[in-house]
């Protein structure tokens, strides 16, 4: 892949000169003037700084060959429509990666995507590494905190990578199988694959080294508190996602909670409670987040934009339609907050919100094109299209509404969310139920609960199994079209049985063939079908095999 490589870090460095980001934001150099060796000389202060600055405008804005939608938030979408939070029931694009075709095919879209951005991420944060010095610093703790930055994000795309490319982690085995091309150098040279567990003692490495170097850059009052950095909770974020994706919980429930306690303490980030969670998920400003970039309205990307594909009121002609799994969102109380992140046909309730039943007794639904009354007045007409017979021609048994641009149909910008710290609750919860402390998981799922619905009541009676999947559940609802959805059902090993998912129930009777055809037969052939499946790990793109002749390909 050889080739292939210098290409993108070419492409990249044309990419951070002509963005019209705003200066001030991202204080990148213009195409003009973009020079490595000016970077990264002795006598630049702060020279590095620029390219770790020049791998946050990445991680937002640059396409690393996707379709559809800029930046790596785009890409963690993508990847969750193999997981079963997602339902389809009529025609609609990707339904490669839905179907799990893409990402095991060595010519995939999908693959190569999560390939390419990645190690470009990696490659430009080994720059960093290998080129900053002391002397190009004002200060020694500003130094520590751009290596800090540098080596946590290069554990976190080594983690991305390892839970796409390889098996999942067995704690206690020897993890002997092939894992990712561990690249610490800023070299090209074609190289083996290590193993898995050779993967994650790097990981390990550097998520220690960057932790104890934002440790000195705090000692030296250093740290800079911004969404659009690596900040402290997101140093802890990070940490808390690889060592879960490791199946490490006593270090992902540490490291979330340190990441929760650090930025409440300060006033940095707090849960969001009740109507904030239906601002659109488009302001870096909100309460929750820890991790997002923000734009401007003059940097309308318009079709290139995520908000373009993935809002609900953008009039994109590729805005994808999946209904949320209703086996999980039947689930949610009557009061959770969340229920209106979507238009879900439901059955007519009474006061209690019992279902009312008809002569029968069962469970009455309203006629089919009532649901038209709950699509919000600025939806998309691209998206929520009618047949020719009135009827909606999008997924109205949970079609997403989370996610709006700032300003509508005209504007794509919205800013772009990487972490919210209601994740860091439910990585606590999870990792503590996985140890056994039901008391503590129950306590921590609680206070993130009620922030959602406040008569949530943990189930009683749950083992540490139910428990960890109750917290799952909460945490896949929250986390819908945000990405990590796809490694948590990868981890537990959680097989995809979308016939089995109720969305049935609630659609009207014509489409019901669709939803079985769609979803069975030849059109679920590759998914997996038990834990073990070589069908969880993604294909080595094409590209890389025929460039680098040391690297294996996975068994197909």
């Not at 490589?5 to 150099?29: E, H, P, Q, R, V």
């Not at 791998?55 to 963690?76: A, C, E, V």
């Not at 994000?153 to 092939?178: C, I, K, T, W």
């Not at 079908?529 to 070589?534: M, T």
Request: glycine residues 8%.
């Amino acid at each position: 892949m050889k080739k292939k490589f210098i290409c993108a870090l070419a492409s990249a460095c044309l990419f951070l000169g002509a963005t019209s980001c705003n200066k001030d934001y991202l204080n990148t150099f213009p195409s003009s003037t973009f020079d490595e060796e000016q970077l990264t000389n002795v006598n630049t202060k702060n020279g590095t700084e620029g390219i770790l600055q020049g791998i946050h405008g990445m991680l937002y804005q640059y396409s690393f060959g996707q379709w559809f939608g800029n930046g790596l938030h785009s890409l963690n979408t993508r990847i969750d429509w193999i997981s079963d939070l997602y339902v389809n029931t009529r025609p609609a694009y990707y339904m490669g990666i839905y179907r799990w075709d893409d990402h095991v095919d060595p010519y995939g879209g999908m693959n190569f995507s999560a390939w390419d951005s990645w190690y470009t991420v990696i490659q430009h944060c080994n720059k960093v590494i290998a080129k900053s010095k002391p002397e190009q610093y004002e200060t020694e703790g500003h130094f520590k905190e751009v290596l800090a930055e540098a080596y946590l994000l290069r554990a976190h795309a080594m983690s991305n990578l390892v839970q796409y490319f390889a098996p999942r982690y067995n704690p206690g085995g020897d993890n002997s199988e092939l894992g990712i091309i561990i690249r610490t150098e800023p070299t090209l040279d074609p190289q083996a694959r290590g193993t898995v567990e050779e993967t994650y003692a790097q990981i390990t490495q550097d998520l220690k080294t960057g932790l104890d170097l934002m440790g000195e850059a705090a000692e030296k009052k250093s740290l800079i508190w911004e969404k659009n950095r690596i900040n402290l909770p997101v140093a802890y974020g990070i940490a808390a996602r690889a060592l879960l994706g490791k199946r490490d919980y006593a270090g992902a429930e540490k490291y979330a909670l340190l990441s929760i306690q650090t930025a409440e303490k300060v006033g940095f980030a707090r849960l969001q409670k009740g109507d904030e969670l239906l601002n659109g998920f488009n302001s870096v400003s909100a309460a929750e987040w820890i991790w997002g970039y923000k734009y401007t309205l003059d940097q309308n990307p318009m079709f290139a934009a995520w908000g373009a594909h993935y809002s609900y009121n953008f009039g994109s002609l590729k805005a994808p339609t999946y209904a949320i799994n209703r086996s999980y969102f039947d689930k949610m109380g009557m009061k959770d907050v969340r229920r209106r992140w979507f238009i879900a046909r439901d059955y007519l309730r009474d006061a209690a919100g019992n279902p009312i039943l008809d002569a029968k007794g069962k469970p009455q639904l309203p006629p089919i094109m009532d649901i038209w009354n709950d699509v919000p007045e600025d939806g998309s007409g691209t998206l929520f299209k009618e047949l020719r017979n009135g009827k909606p021609d999008w997924e109205y048994t949970g079609q997403q509404i989370k996610f709006a641009t700032l300003e509508g149909a005209g504007n794509a910008v919205m800013d772009a969310v990487f972490m919210r710290l209601g994740e860091m609750y439910y990585i606590a919860a999870e990792a503590q139920a996985r140890q056994g402390k039901l008391a503590e998981a129950s306590k921590t799922l609680t206070k993130v609960m009620i922030s959602r619905d406040p008569q949530y009541v943990v189930p009683s009676g749950l083992s540490a199994d139910d428990l960890a999947f109750e917290v799952l559940r909460n945490k896949w609802i929250d986390l819908y079209y945000e990405g990590g959805v796809f490694f948590d059902q990868k981890r537990i090993g959680h097989v995809c049985a979308r016939l089995q998912s109720g969305n049935d129930k609630y659609l009207d009777p014509a489409d019901l063939t669709n939803f079985t055809v769609r979803n069975s037969g030849t059109n679920a052939m590759n998914i997996a079908k038990d834990a073990n499946s070589k069908k969880w790990v993604f294909a080595i793109p094409y590209d890389e095999l025929k460039g680098n002749k040391l690297c294996e390909q996975n068994p197909l």
